[in-house]
């Protein structure tokens, strides 16, 4: 007896090996789940690589050889939320993990995806950089802690444009243009001299070469100067 053809819709299925993986590693059989999870795995990494993505982050990272030369575990991973994004320098001594967080809609502009990690890279290369001394223990220096967080906010601002003006003098292209970066500077220490604004601009973006202190002090002026 021949056998009577039968297709199945690749969505439907999809969805209910998903459900019936979901009730296994509830109540079900565990091997069964591991099983399915490592060969899902498997399949995505290899078409993860397949697309190019692989690629783009391993490019990003060739650009910062500093940061390759303390062998650290990358750890990519989904942020939910544009705030949730960035990347973080865990551990201490000789073994460190950098971890990166972006949403995936990212990915689908590859261009201004290397923009958002040569940024990001270039503050873990800070961190690492004797130069920069680097402290996550610097404190902010707030009366409270909506002065922390202005100082916070301020202080990620300088850093960025710090970053940004190197990005620029290598040919880089920015997420944020120099100009709309200018203005949001100027809104952010509106209460400086428009002298005094150009020449610390010009200085975040230009050669000099800054430490995290540096930066912070510069953050925490803004803070002094609104509280008097």
Do not use: C
């Not at 971890?99 to 040569?118: H, T, Y």
Request: no cysteine; net charge negative; charged share 30%.
């Amino acid at each position: 007896m021949e056998t009577i053809p039968l297709q199945f819709d690749p969505r439907f299925v999809e969805e209910m090996v998903s459900l019936r993986m979901e009730a296994e590693e509830e109540e079900g059989d565990r091997l069964l789940v591991k099983l399915f999870y490592q060969e899902r795995d498997h399949f995505y990494a290899k078409w993860f690589a397949e697309v190019g993505f692989e690629a783009l982050f391993r490019g990003a990272l060739d650009d910062f050889p500093g940061i390759l030369e303390t062998n650290p575990l990358i750890f990519v991973k989904r942020a939910w939320e544009r705030k949730e994004e960035g990347a973080e320098l865990y551990g201490q001594g000789s073994q460190k993990t950098v971890l990166i967080r972006l949403s995936a809609a990212r990915m689908n502009g590859p261009v201004l995806l290397q923009s958002f990690l040569r940024q990001e890279l270039l503050h873990i290369q800070d961190m690492l950089d004797p130069v920069f001394q680097y402290s996550p223990d610097l404190p902010l220096g707030g009366d409270n802690v909506a002065q922390d967080e202005l100082i916070r906010q301020r202080f990620r601002l300088l850093w960025d444009i710090y970053a940004e003006g190197r990005m620029n003098r290598r040919g880089w292209r920015t997420l944020v243009p120099l100009e709309a970066r200018r203005r949001e500077f100027q809104g952010a220490f509106s209460f400086w001299t428009e002298q005094k604004r150009e020449t610390a601009f010009r200085k975040l973006a230009g050669e000099a070469a800054w430490t995290q202190e540096g930066l912070l002090q510069l953050a925490k002026e803004g803070r002094e100067r609104k509280s008097e």
